[in-house]
């Protein structure tokens, strides 16, 4: 299966029924990182007259943080980023990924799998495949009947194993992103077959995010790069929904001192939003981020100079149309 979805560069008048969203994990306080993908996102809705929407992406509940949810809202209104809509948070939205998860079934295109990390490490080293660390194994298939089928919903409804989607023979994704260009993924030699509900009967961001962004009719993704490599997935669970596709733009990464992504895990520090200076300035730190150039750098409200960074926003990203 080669899927490629092509999408127009940003129409130069403002897109129809534009709807963005910003989805942090409540992991914790934003930091530089997620600053820029909060205001990317935001100044991209408001450059095409569109909606931003609050996503909190609370599906991994043993790694979230009680609070963090209302820390990160008051920080985004501290920053003047107001969101449209009441904020959804994904552990409301079971039976939603649990009737994705049931039509994925009904395709005869899921299996359950009991590999433990190790078993999945063991088969790859046999195999002569070492995955560096950071990075995700792919899967090599040792779980996978050799023939598939729906399974009954007792058996589905298994939640000591992981259950994980079969991938057509040869899946190729390859998608435009808005700054980065033509993307491809070969999912069956990068990934493999993925996992869609882990063995402590969870959805994954995979899935959810998937669902979600449908639900809400998502239609312009607007992230962090850190988040690229997960998007042929998307793309292709999209298409198995019979969900239409998102455009897709993602914003570089912030890199700590020693050149490694900024993320929760490794402690980055929160952004200081204690007053309109600080979050101003924590603002003017994620514009440069951003590649905006020539914002107003003196007495300023947060409102005045966010109403130029969209104008500034608008300039960068349609200049080339
Ligand atoms: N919740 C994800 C994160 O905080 C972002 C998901 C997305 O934007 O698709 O990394
Ligand atoms: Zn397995």
Redesign the pocket.
Known sequence: MILAVSKLKNPSSPADGYRG?????P?GPLHAG?LV?ALGSWLDARANEGQWLLRI?DIDTPRCIPGADLQIQAQLHACGLFWDEEPSYQSRGQEHYQAAFGRLNALACLYACTCSRQTISNTLAAMGIHTPRNQEMIYPGTCRPSQLMPYAKDLLADSKKAWRIALPENCQIQFEDLSLGIQHQDLSREVGDFVLRRNDGLFT?QLA?VVD?AEQGITH?V??Q??LN?TAR?IFLQNQLGYSTPSYHHLPLVLDANGEKLSKQTLASSINTESDQSALAELRKAAIHLGLRDLPDGDTTIAEWLLAATKAWKINTFKCD
Do not use: K, M, W
């Open positions: 969203r910003f989805a942090p994990s992991t997620s993908a992406e961001y995010v962004d993704i992230r962090g850190d988040l997960n998307q």
